[in-house]
T-cell receptor, first 116, second 115 residues
Framework: GAGVSQTPSNKVTEKGKYVELRCDPI?????LYWYRQSLGQGPEFLIY????????DSGLPNDRFFAVRPEGSVSTLKIQRTERGDSAVYLCASSRPGTGGTDTQYFGPGTRLTVL | AQKITQTQPGMFVQEKEAVTLDCTYDTSDQSYGLFWYKQPSSGEMIFLIYQGSYDEQNATEGRYSLNFQKARKSANLVISASQLGDSAMYFC????????????FGSGTRLLVRP
């Protein structure tokens, strides 16, 4: 079946602008995760959704970052007043229903965000 | 604090030989899971193998095996019969199964397979 998809694949924006990154999880996966990967580093957790609600948003760096998942499927990561330090690859992952602890997270191809 | 350490920034291996990528982890939790992911230059993270903290046998998936040494807190990935397509970044990650669902990643190891 189809994997996790993310759009756009690349986004270039100017400092101070607003951006939205979209993630479409694997069909039937109720858990959805956002990670951020800076150049030369491993991904870092941002936020986790179980269904429509954000179960853990402890990784969001500040209040400029916000994510929604209104119908429990597609999620949008929103970044306000972008800064050059926000430049990174934003990865989305999903996992199947269950306790979540050991369910494998399957990743999308990522969105490369560049803030000029 | 929970942490994953990958001490090899880069590794070379000759095609058809085996290679071991090191991973050590730090946690005081008793229930956790360890993952290895491959990230080719295309950027997508590809799941390779999983080991649970209570699993008594080392996990294997085709040419991939995980050398799990709980007392040493290590979870090394062994790739047998390396292929040119194995050239990529490899990330070790941990999940705490009783308290969180987030993956904690190491800094990765870049593997280059020589023909």
């Amino acid at each position: 079946g189809a994997g996790v998809s993310q759009t756009p694949s690349n986004k270039v924006t100017e400092k101070g602008k607003y951006v939205e990154l979209r993630c479409d999880p694997i069909s039937g996966h109720t858990a959805l995760y956002w990670y951020r990967q800076s150049l030369g580093q491993g991904p870092e957790f941002l936020i986790y959704f179980q269904g429509t609600g954000a179960a853990d948003d402890s990784g969001l760096p500040n209040d400029r970052f916000f994510a929604v998942r209104p119908e429990g499927s597609v999620s949008t990561l929103k970044i306000q007043r972008t800064e050059r330090g926000d430049s990174a690859v934003y990865l989305c992952a999903s996992s199947r229903p269950g306790t979540g602890g050991t369910d494998t997270q399957y990743f999308g191809p990522g969105t490369r965000l560049t803030v000029l | 604090a929970q942490k994953i350490t990958q001490t090899q920034p880069g590794m070379f291996v000759q095609e058809k030989e085996a290679v071991t990528l090191d991973c050590t982890y730090d946690t005081s939790d008793q229930s956790y899971g360890l993952f290895w992911y491959k990230q080719p230059s295309s950027g997508e993270m590809i799941f390779l193998i999983y080991q649970g903290s209570y699993d008594e046998q080392n996990a294997t998936e085709g040419r991939y095996s995980l050398n799990f040494q709980k007392a040493r807190k290590s979870a090394n990935l062994v790739i047998s019969a390396s292929q040119l397509g194995d050239s990529a970044m490899y990330f070790c990650a941990m999940i705490l199964t009783d308290s969180s669902y987030k993956l904690i990643f190491g800094s990765g190891t870049r593997l280059l397979v020589r023909p």
